[in-house]
């Protein structure tokens, strides 16, 4: 199914990384998206490109989660401009150190020909940091 209304094209990104759909997740994004990531973290910068914020940066994430347990999302807002979304969801997991991660997320999506070509997100770092990144701290 081709989804090409901004906010559906969200919607059915952050629905496809709730349900682990690693094909719909990839198909999300233009080949020359963005992802900007805040903070001082190892993964705070810009990501550019599909496959490197698919398999390096929401990989890179995922190896910082327990093996084997779901990553619950939960989008609970979501508004729309033209070709500018912004979403809120909340994330909850368990961090492979055994810490539990429950994080309120905010991106804002640029849309362009039915993909993804940039986001912004903002999220509690601090949170991110204690407990996915404590050699960090």
């Not at 999302?73 to 539990?100: C, F, K, M, P």
């Amino acid at each position: 199914m081709t989804v090409t209304d901004p906010k559906s094209v969200v919607v059915r990104y952050v629905e496809a990384v709730r349900d682990g759909d690693l094909a719909v997740i990839r198909d999300s994004f233009a080949e020359d998206a963005t992802w900007e990531y805040p903070g001082t973290l190892p993964l705070s910068k810009v990501w550019t490109g599909r496959d490197v914020i698919v398999d390096d940066f929401l990989g890179g994430v995922g190896t910082r989660l327990k093996a084997g347990e779901p990553v619950l999302i939960e989008l609970t807002n979501v508004l729309a401009d033209g070709d500018q979304v912004v979403a809120e969801w909340t994330s909850r997991a368990t961090a492979a150190n055994g810490a539990a991660y429950h994080n309120k997320c905010l991106g804002v999506f640029t849309v362009r020909e039915g993909r993804i070509a940039s986001v912004r997100e903002y999220a509690d770092t601090h949170h991110v940091a204690n407990t996915l990144y404590p050699e960090a701290v």
